[in-house]
C-alpha cells in the first residue's frame, strides 16, 4: 500500500515536498510515479524515479523546478516542487509500475498501486 501526504495550501512561489510511503512491500524493479489531478482535467504525470536504478523523469511541466528521490531505508519516494504556481494546484498521488514504457508517455493506466492523494492549493 502507498500513503502519500505533505500536501497543503501554499503562497506562490513556495515550494513543497510530497512524501510517498510504502508498506509491507519492496519496490524493486518498480517505477514510482507522482501523477495530479486538477479540478476538470485529466490525471497527468509529475515525476517518476526507478526504484532499481534510481533513473529520473520529470514533466515538462515541472522539469528545473522539481526533485524526485527516494530513501530505501524507509521505503519512500518524495517529490520536491519549488516555483510553486496556482497551475500545480491539484491532487497529487503516488502510485507504482513495473511498466518498462517511459512513464513520461504513458497514461495513468500503467499503474498498479496508488495512494490515496494529497491536495496541493497554490494561491496566487
Known amino acids: 500500500q502507498l500513503q502519500a501526504s505533505g500536501g497543503g495550501l501554499v503562497q506562490a512561489g513556495g515550494s513543497l515536498r510530497l512524501s510517498c510511503a510504502a508498506s509491507?512491500?519492496?519496490?524493486?524493479?518498480?517505477?514510482m510515479g507522482w501523477l495530479r489531478q486538477a479540478p476538470g482535467k485529466e490525471r497527468e504525470f509529475v515525476a517518476a524515479?526507478?526504484?532499481?536504478?534510481?533513473?529520473?523523469y520529470y514533466a515538462d511541466s515541472v522539469k528545473g523546478r522539481s526533485t524526485i528521490d527516494k530513501d530505501n531505508a524507509k521505503n519512500t519516494v518524495y517529490v520536491q516542487i519549488g516555483r510553486l504556481k496556482p497551475e500545480d494546484t491539484a491532487v497529487y498521488y503516488c502510485?507504482?509500475?513495473?511498466?518498462?514504457?517511459?512513464?513520461?508517455?504513458?497514461?495513468?493506466?500503467?499503474?498498479?498501486?496508488w495512494g490515496q492523494g494529497t491536495l496541493v492549493t497554490v494561491s496566487s
Open positions: 509491507a512491500r519492496t519496490f524493486r524493479g518498480y517505477v
Open positions: 524515479i526507478n526504484w532499481s536504478t534510481g533513473m529520473k
Open positions: 502510485a507504482s509500475t513495473r511498466s518498462l514504457r517511459d512513464p513520461r508517455n504513458s497514461d495513468s493506466s500503467i499503474y498498479e498501486y
